[in-house]
């Protein structure tokens, strides 16, 4: 009786012990509103190593879709994942959801204000680019603070640095070897408008999810850039 009881303590222990060195998954959302987007966060997510957990989604496959309808589908995806988790021993509800907007042309982008107050009431995170993500883009070849007209004019202008880039199109291993100047350009971007808009022109807080995503990858006791995440906290939320 003294071994067994012995022998089940120490497998109960070893149990523990294990169980105390691998941190359940984080099950996180990404809805994009175009490819270019998602393209960009599944070589991420891929570079990163990160598992499954971590889902991008397209609101719409052929072509960018409106914020709202943007946001309307990730409320969609977290409340279905919700009830499926009640009847699934391994699926678990999104711990976070995001969502990947561009303000674009503001005149005409009438959904841009309505999705922003969705969001908020829904606690979904929105990683807004103004005028659009390829200013996130830019910011990996030089930092600009000038305004741009609209989404169609920073995508010209990104031109300068990849000569031949278009919509959709996977451009992650150009930008990668500059991934770090780019988010110190964004953080610094974000700090000398701090108290304008919540999301001036030109700024992005694509690497409010990027570094997050890094920061879960690495498993730090702390923020991987704790201005930036401070930074983040005031935009976000």
């Not at 699934?88 to 561009?102: A, G, H, K, R």
Request: aromatic share 8%; charged share 30%.
């Amino acid at each position: 009786m003294a071994k067994g009881k012995s022998r089940n303590s120490r497998s109960a222990g070893s149990f523990r012990r294990k169980s105390g060195r691998k941190p359940p998954r984080k099950n996180i959302l990404i809805v994009c509103e175009g490819e270019t987007e998602a393209v960009y966060f599944k070589a991420l997510r891929t570079d990163l190593r990160l598992p499954k957990t971590v889902a991008v989604m397209v609101e719409n496959k052929k072509k960018d879709a409106a914020p709202v309808k943007v946001v309307a589908f990730a409320i969609k995806l977290v409340r279905k994942r919700k009830r499926e988790a009640k009847h699934s021993n391994f699926l678990l509800p999104y711990d976070e959801s995001w969502c990947l907007i561009d303000v674009e042309n503001p005149a005409q982008n009438s959904s841009f204000s309505k999705a922003i107050n969705i969001a908020d009431g829904q606690k979904i995170k929105l990683a807004v680019s103004n005028p659009a993500i390829e200013y996130w883009f830019l910011l990996h070849f030089e930092y600009s603070s000038r305004p741009f007209a609209d989404g169609q004019e920073i995508k010209r202008y990104l031109k300068k640095y990849i000569p031949n880039y278009k919509e959709g199109q996977n451009i992650f291993s150009d930008l990668l070897p500059n991934l770090a100047i780019a988010i110190n350009r964004a953080e610094k971007r974000l700090d000398n408008n701090l108290s304008d808009a919540r999301y001036p022109n030109p700024s992005t807080l694509v690497p409010c999810l990027v570094s997050y995503l890094r920061e879960i990858q690495k498993k730090p006791e702390k923020p991987e850039n704790a201005k930036l995440s401070t930074i983040c906290e005031k935009k976000l939320h």
